[in-house]
């Protein structure tokens, strides 16, 4: 299993999720977060199973629900870039990576 690290958008992103379901309901988020956070430990146990977004940069995805994780392994490390509703357009919201499919 790689080391598992959230960047500080990656963070920001799961507060505001939080906060987001959690104005109907605090145990709704709660949960959502926490399989969330299930989800990024999947991927770093077994991270080149899911797809790239962005071969250059090295950006990989995995869906859960409406959001999507996007995240890139880095030697030993697996780093959670962003976690985002798959409606947004997250094409210039990713470190390194640009608009394409």
């Known amino acids: 299993m790689s080391r598992l690290v959230f960047s ?9 999720i ?3 379901i ?3 309901s605090k145990a709704n988020a709660r949960k ?7 989800q990024c430990k999947r991927i770093g ?4 199973a899911y797809p790239l977004r ?8 995995a869906p859960i629900g409406r959001y999507l994780i996007f995240f890139r392994e880095e ?3 697996v780093r959670i870039e962003r976690v985002l509703h798959g409606a ?3 094409g210039a919201m990713l470190p390194g990576a640009g608009a394409s499919d």
């Open 8 to 16: 500080p958008a990656a963070r920001s992103d799961l507060v505001e």
């Open 18 to 20: 939080g906060d987001y």
């Open 22 to 24: 959690a104005r109907d």
């Open 32 to 38: 959502f977060v926490a399989r969330l956070r299930e």
């Open 45 to 48: 146990k077994l991270p080149s």
């Open 54 to 61: 962005d071969k250059e940069a090295g950006i990989r995805f």
């Open 75 to 77: 030697g030993d490390m």
């Open 88 to 90: 947004r357009n997250f």
